[in-house]
């Protein structure tokens, strides 16, 4: 099992950016596929962006295409979230996580990923 840190959260104003870290230790990191999801109040978790091991397949909901992108640099066990043009609706709760099962693969479930952060909050005023 990994430790995941996440850091880069704050407020922002509309049509800023923002760029989270993930710092992952306690494992290999690039054995894992990771995730980003968020959690705002009352909501579910839902699924942002997630990267392959090697960086080759990476995947975003719809809602942040052409806004977001999601990177990692393994030696230095570290993924990012670049999020840029943002919206008042991309206020939550944001956590990377990651999945030692599919590192090839990455899923959008909740379910698939093991091992999580603590979140950072990102607040988005308009």
């Known amino acids: 099992q990994v430790q995941l840190v996440e850091s880069g959260g704050g407020l922002v104003q509309a049509g800023g950016s923002l760029r989270l870290s993930c710092a992952v230790s306690?494992?290999?990191?690039?054995?894992?596929?990771m995730g980003w999801f968020r959690q705002a109040p009352g909501k579910e978790r839902e699924f942002v962006a997630a990267i392959s091991w090697s960086g080759d397949a990476i995947y975003s909901t719809d809602s942040v295409k052409g806004r977001f992108s999601i990177s990692r640099e393994n030696a230095e066990n570290t993924v990012f979230l670049q999020m840029m043009s943002l919206k008042p609706e991309d206020t939550a709760v944001y956590y990377c996580?990651?999945?030692?099962?599919?590192?090839?693969?990455?899923?959008?479930?909740?379910?698939?990923?093991?091992?999580w952060g603590q979140g950072t909050q990102v607040t988005v005023s308009s």
């Open positions: 306690g494992r290999t990191f690039s054995s894992y596929a």
């Open positions: 996580a990651a999945d030692s099962k599919r590192p090839y693969h990455p899923v959008h479930d909740v379910s698939g990923y093991d091992s």
